[in-house]
């Protein structure tokens, strides 16, 4: 390959002839980088080129050296599988080598993965699953103008294939409705998808009116023309509305053996052709780029040091009392909105999940993303990416919905809290669209996830204040009916606990539920006790993780368990204990009760025991196992 000449460092006053040298470095290393591991998608990164050379040249006010500057733009990858693009603006930019590109891009215990990912201090969110991006965009740029009130801006590259996600379209609506000025999309119109054309190939225009029907600035380019891009991004930037820069680009601009040719998505271009290729490209240089400064801001403290100071005054309950965890929840939250860090967002169920009660007391900390589930959860992705403490709320079932931005919130080792309310059969008459019988085996499949389940309003609040304080993800389970209250105000629920509400030394089974089932269990165990068989009760709270001990040593000293559970049968709270007392080599009998049937309309209790997890289904299930 062509000898490299010595490094030139580039700037917001270099000349766009300079730029295009920029332009075709990314090019030159994208195709380097991708070949030299084997696999990547360089002609994905081809066609994003100039628009990258031009943002990062003259428009994105980054400091490489101090990423976590306040006032420093953003930017996000939508269309993560662009990585060697983004790799070879980090390398122009100094943040890693050329070394660093070439010898471990892709390669495994390297921090340049496939699609980028926070490993890397630069990237803020991982993508790669698409029409996510864009999403995250909203998110952050909604945090940096609404909660930390910095100058900061978000700049968003997306590919044209995602923009056949719905959730891209959520994203520009909630973009649109608050006016987000401080937001840009620039969307990659190559026209080639993984398997062929796009939907709209390169209909520019039609991408434009799309965008402004949901309330954004469409601006048209050709995506090569240099001067044309970087007066669409000075318009962007100009601070007056959110902005979507339809760019109109060639998929594997530069390289004429593969440009605008299907067949080459996903393919590193084989040596000798990356040879040729890097030749027509004018070879490999030695460009650096020192690209715009954040503005200079005032110092200020990030949300969670100035929670420190604050002072959680959680709602207190009598025993006794009936009262819904959903209401629980909804005091709690609001008492935590004494922390500086905690924001809540809502999908216009607020007056079901008692997230309104954090809306009357922190009206400032409040987000409402209507019935947009995906969006709120990219929403709480921005904020907490920013240093809060989101809680999502919304009908367990409907959560569902936002389940792979859950899934990559997880990649991205995102903190925030999540809440599922009016879950299984014992929501009554709305029948099984309303139903959440799937969100357990959902929320316990996410990678570090923490899944709780509290059973009255004392643990309810309890919990709610702990995943304050808890990493990753965290899902909360509330049940919409009001229960009695069986626990003191003082009472403790320690994450990986349980609370045994009744014991002897002549239990003989043991009964463990959690919500609306922990009181059938309780019903059952007096009914048994009525005709001499005492039942051990637990209230299996914490159900990610679980208490293992607890529920070996019932297994011991019964030596025979009945699990019920108001979801289905598949990755519920049975399958969790199976697992558990197995890691243990306890095998005690085991029943396990839950809903295998589809459910339909009917009162809490018809549908308790349509589904067979009402009090007198726990009593036969025990009187079974006893009798085997």
Sequence with gaps: MTAAPSAVTLGPESDLSEVFELAQQLRVDSVRASTAAGSGHPTSSLSAADLMAVLMTRHLRYDWEAPDNPAADHLVLSKGHASPLLYAMFKAAGAIDDDELMTTYRRFGHRLQGHPTPVLPWVDVATGSLGQGI?????????????????????????????????????????????????????????????????????????????????????????????????????????????????????????????????????????DMAERAVAELGGVRRLAVRGPRPPATPDTARPADASKAATVELPRYEIGDKVATRAAFGAALAALGARPEVVALDAEVGNSTHTEDFKKAHPERFFQTYIAEQQMIADAVGMAVRGYRPYATTFAAFLTRAHDFIRMAAVSQITMALCGTHSGVEIGADGPSQMGVEDLAMMRAVLGSTVLYPSDATSAAALTAAMADRDGISYLRTTRGAYPVLYAADETFPVGGSKTLRQSDRDRVTLVGAGVTLHECLAAAEELAADGVEARVVDLYSVKPLDTGTLARAARDTGALVVVEDHHPEGGIGEAVLSALASGGHHPAFAHLAVTDLPGSGTTEELLDAAGISRGHVVRAARALLDR
């Design 135 to 271: 999403a995250y965009g909203v998110g952050i740029a909604l945090a940096a103008r609404d909660l930390e009130k910095q100058p900061s801006r978000v700049w968003v590259l997306c590919g044209d294939s995602e923009m056949s996600e719905g959730s891209v379209w959520e994203a520009l609506d909630k973009a649109g409705h608050h006016r987000l000025a401080n937001f840009t999309a620039l969307v990659d119109v190559n026209r080639l998808g993984q398997s062929g054309p796009t939907e709209l190939e390169w209909d520019t225009d039609a991408y434009a009116r799309r965008a402004e029907a949901f309330g954004c600035r469409a601006i048209v380019v050709d995506g090569h023309d240099l001067e044309a891009v970087d007066r669409a991004l000075t318009v962007a930037a100009d601070g007056t509305a959110p902005t979507v820069v339809v760019a109109r680009t060639v998929k594997g601009r530069g390289v004429s053996e593969v440009a605008d040719k299907n067949g080459w998505h996903g393919k590193p271009l084989p040596e």
